[in-house]
């Protein structure tokens, strides 16, 4: 069965760092690719880029390039994001969300539970 | 200010159809025939629906249909059931390697 499994919540001061952790199962993680979405309080959903599992290759939206970074280990089938310089504004749940195979977007098919990072000083 | 519109409510009696639009560009959904809509109840994650414009992911209801005209396309829930009672989003491809969500609409059972 395909999984993905998120670290747990953040709450963070602003200007500090956060790095959200997404573990994959049942599936090979190299071939398909990994969103990024967030989903600020009582809001709507937000898509923040995706990267190629298999070149490294990260896309990063319009309007959040400078203070993003994604990243993997593919040794232990694990994405990850890390925002930088933390804001108020930043405070949302952000979901890792597997493609389906083939484009990234064609359809965001698999998604993890979720990590709320609360930005608050 | 989300990039595809949709209407912040919709709502219908158990049994009815009821159609829900996302209206964007010819530079998105009447771009590309890579729209999906997802399922979100309180709390949870996002559910996809739809996938390619009327695409059904296996295990999703054939009660739920989409279709797309010119830049808008529309999901469809027929025989409404109180469990489709959530918010649904769509998503287009918007060239130049994005992806772009519409506001979500909040359908209600009534």
């Known amino acids: 069965q395909v999984h993905l499994v998120q670290s747990g919540s953040e709450l963070k001061k602003p200007g500090a760092s956060v790095k959200v952790s997404c573990k994959a199962s049942?599936?090979?993680?190299?071939?398909?690719?990994m969103n990024w979405v967030r989903q600020a309080p009582g809001q709507g959903l937000e898509w923040m880029g995706w990267i190629n599992t298999n070149t490294r290759n990260p896309t990063y939206a319009q309007g959040f390039t400078g203070r993003l970074v994604f990243s993997l280990d593919t040794s232990v089938s694990t994405a990850y994001l890390q925002i930088s310089s933390l804001k108020a504004e930043d405070t949302a749940v952000y979901y890792c969300?597997?493609?389906?195979?083939?484009?990234?977007?064609?359809?965001?098919?698999?998604w993890g539970q979720g990590t709320t990072v609360t930005v608050s000083s | 200010q989300s990039a595809l519109t949709q209407p912040p409510s919709a709502s219908g009696s158990p049994g009815q159809s009821v159609t829900i639009s996302c209206t964007g560009t010819?530079?998105?959904?009447?771009?590309?025939?890579?729209v999906s809509w997802y399922q979100q109840h309180p709390g949870k994650a996002p559910k996809l629906m739809i996938y390619e414009v009327s695409k059904r992911p296996s295990g999703v209801s054939d009660r739920f249909s989409g279709s797309k005209s010119g830049n808008t396309a529309s999901l469809t829930v027929s025989g409404l059931q109180a469990e489709d009672e959530a918010d649904y989003y769509c998503?287009?491809?918007?060239?130049?390697?994005?992806?772009?969500f519409g506001g979500g609409t909040k359908l209600t059972v009534l």
């Open positions: 998503s287009s491809y918007a060239g130049s390697n994005s992806l772009t």
């Open positions: 010819s530079s998105d959904v009447g771009g590309y025939d890579f």
């Open positions: 049942g599936y090979t993680f190299t071939n398909y690719a």
């Open positions: 969300v597997r493609g389906m195979l083939g484009y990234y977007y064609k359809g965001l098919e698999v």
